[in-house]
């Protein structure tokens, strides 16, 4: 099956900083979507970002499927985003979303 | 804005009980999915459906069954609870867009302790 490799795997960051989170993944897709688990466990959808860039705020993806990842970047970051974030890809034929491990994102005041 | 809406964020059962969780979305969407959260393991994908009555296995089907009688409703059943059973479940729901999964959007979860 398809690997989704996330980077770094934790992030402690002082509040106004900036961030840039990756996603790699394996093989071809026609599916990605990066969502953020908040501290309750509900996965809040950021971005479905199959190809191209988005923004929304202080958060922005780019995805470059041809060269097989995702980035997300956080700017200004606050206490608020602390939580995981994941990346979740589906391969081109197949029917199910596959997620990546998550980056744990601390924000200290 | 899509609401999926889980019947019980908390709950403690024991051995061998049979369970129910309940979800609910707004938005008349056609796919529904149920996923497992276990630390070290990530997300894992349960049962989905992608329309009423229908079902499919996902990666992980042992030991549970679903019910998709209404186009809204999406149950996971547990018909004997075990321990290993414990984990954070979480349902879901997209609309068919390119390959057929789409935007998921998901219920805030229920965390289940099976003692």
């Known amino acids: 099956g398809i690997q989704v490799e996330q980077s770094p795997p934790d992030l402690i960051l002082q509040e106004g900083a900036n961030s840039t989170l990756r996603c790699n993944f394996s093989d071809s897709v026609n599916n990605l979507q990066w969502f953020h688990q908040n501290p309750w466990g509900q996965l809040i959808n950021l971005f479905y970002i199959p190809s191209g860039t988005k923004q929304n705020g202080r958060l922005s993806a780019t995805t470059v499927a041809t060269e097989r990842y995702s980035l997300l970047y956080i700017s200004s970051s606050q206490t608020t985003d602390s939580g995981v974030y994941f990346c979740?890809?589906?391969?081109?034929?197949?029917?199910?979303?596959?997620f990546g491990t998550g980056t744990r994102l601390t924000v200290i005041p | 804005d899509v609401k999926v809406t889980q019947s019980s964020r908390y709950l403690v059962k024991r051995t061998g009980e049979k369970v129910f969780l309940e979800c609910v979305q707004d938005?008349?969407?056609?796919?529904m999915f149920w996923y497992r959260q276990d630390p070290g393991l990530g997300l894992r994908l349960i049962y989905f459906?992608?329309?009423?009555?229908?079902?499919e296995k996902g990666d992980i089907p042992e030991g549970y069954s679903v019910s998709r009688e209404k186009k809204e409703r999406f149950s996971l059943i547990l018909e004997s609870a075990s321990t290993n059973q414990t984990s954070m479940y979480l349902c879901?729901?997209?609309?068919?867009?390119?390959?057929?999964?789409?935007?998921?959007?998901f219920g805030e979860g229920s965390r289940l302790t099976v003692l």
């Open positions: 459906s992608y329309d009423v009555k229908m079902k």
């Open positions: 879901a729901s997209s609309d068919p867009g390119q390959g057929a999964i789409g935007e998921l959007f």
């Open positions: 938005m008349d969407h056609e796919n």
């Open positions: 979740a890809v589906k391969q081109t034929g197949a029917n199910n979303l596959f």
